[in-house]
């Protein structure tokens, strides 16, 4: 069974809107947990980490949050780009755990 | 500057046949991993590696082997291939255990 759930699997916004995207895990006990962006056809790129103690961090127009007690963190982008167009993969590192993604379209 | 590359970045072959993947970073990371990517499933952890001649089974290593040699290299083997490991499958590396991975480009392997 899949520790790492993501939701939702797919999500097609406008340009220039906000989202959020969800990450559940069951994964115990905790280390830290990672965002990672997968552009179609290439290797997934780390976008932030977030530690058992921080509750959000922000890398440009993306936040995640964590709430280490219900085992949620959020991924919210701001002002959306085309260029945001990309599969979001959140992983619980300590067993390498990733979650199957969320496929978020931006269209013009 | 540094980089991991993998060869080849297509492959087609058949059933039973022995396959080897070739996953090379120029960081210098002791730590490195093999992945497969499925529509569904996400990745998965096949083999993993904390050094030379360090190797660690991952989540769905059944069918497939490394070694490592060198820091540079974990070439991954598919002893038989089955059609079930049609997948495109990711090496990455990482500085320290639980750190950043970077990724590979992939590898899409089909087997008939």
């Known amino acids: 069974k899949n520790q790492v759930e993501q939701s939702p699997q797919s999500l097609i916004i406008l340009e220039g809107k906000n989202c959020t995207l969800q990450c559940n895990y069951t994964v115990s006990p905790f280390s830290n947990l990672r965002w990672y962006k997968q552009d179609t056809g290439r290797g997934p790129v780390s976008l932030t980490i977030m530690t058992f103690s921080e509750n959000t961090k922000s890398n440009g127009r993306y936040t995640a949050t964590l709430d280490a007690d219900t085992k949620q963190s959020s991924l919210h982008i701001t002002a959306s780009q085309l260029s945001d167009s990309a599969s979001y993969i959140c992983?619980?590192?300590?067993?390498?755990?990733f979650g199957a993604g969320t496929r978020l379209t931006v269209k013009p | 500057d540094a980089e991991i590359t993998q060869s080849p970045r297509h492959k087609i072959t058949e059933t039973g046949r022995q396959v080897t993947l070739a996953c090379h970073q120029t960081?210098?990371?002791?730590?490195m991993f093999w992945y497969r990517q499925d529509l569904g499933h996400g990745l998965r952890l096949i083999h993993y590696s904390y050094g030379v001649q360090d190797t660690n089974k991952g989540e769905v290593s059944d069918g497939y082997s490394v070694s490592r040699s060198n820091t540079e290299d974990l070439p991954l083997t598919l002893e038989s291939a089955a059609s079930s490991q049609t997948s495109v499958y990711f090496c990455?590396?990482?500085?320290?255990?639980?750190?950043?991975?970077?990724f590979g480009p992939g590898t899409r392997l089909t087997v008939l």
């Open positions: 992983v619980v590192t300590r067993d390498m755990r």
């Open positions: 960081w210098n990371h002791n730590n």
């Open positions: 990455a590396s990482s500085e320290m255990q639980g750190g950043e991975q970077f």
